[in-house]
C-alpha cells in the first residue's frame, strides 16, 4: 500500500520536472528571440527606417525597409 503512494509522488514529481523544464525552455527561447531581434535593428539606406534585421533587405551590405527602396537604390547608384 506505501509503494503506490512512493510510485504516484514519483510520478508526480516526474511529471512537475518536465513540465518545469518545458516552460524554462520556452522562457529562454522567447527571450533570446526578443534579445536577438532588438539588437540586430537595422535602418533603411534609403529613407531610414528602423526595422528587424530579419525582416530586412540585405543588398550589398546595405538594408532596406522593402524591396522597393533595394531596387530604387541600386537603380540611382547605376544612373
Ligand atoms: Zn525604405
Redesign the pocket.
Known amino acids: 500500500m506505501g509503494i503506490r503512494y512512493i510510485l504516484l509522488g514519483v510520478a508526480l514529481w516526474l511529471l512537475i520536472t518536465i513540465i518545469r523544464r518545458f516552460i524554462w525552455q520556452r522562457r529562454q527561447e522567447r527571450m533570446e528571440k526578443q534579445s536577438r531581434s532588438v539588437t540586430n535593428m537595422v535602418s533603411?539606406k534609403?529613407?531610414g527606417?528602423h526595422l528587424p534585421q530579419n525582416e530586412a533587405v540585405s543588398q550589398g551590405g546595405s538594408y532596406?525597409?522593402?524591396k522597393e527602396?533595394a531596387r530604387q537604390s541600386k537603380s540611382e547608384e547605376e544612373e
Open positions: 533603411c534609403l529613407c527606417m532596406y525597409c522593402c527602396h
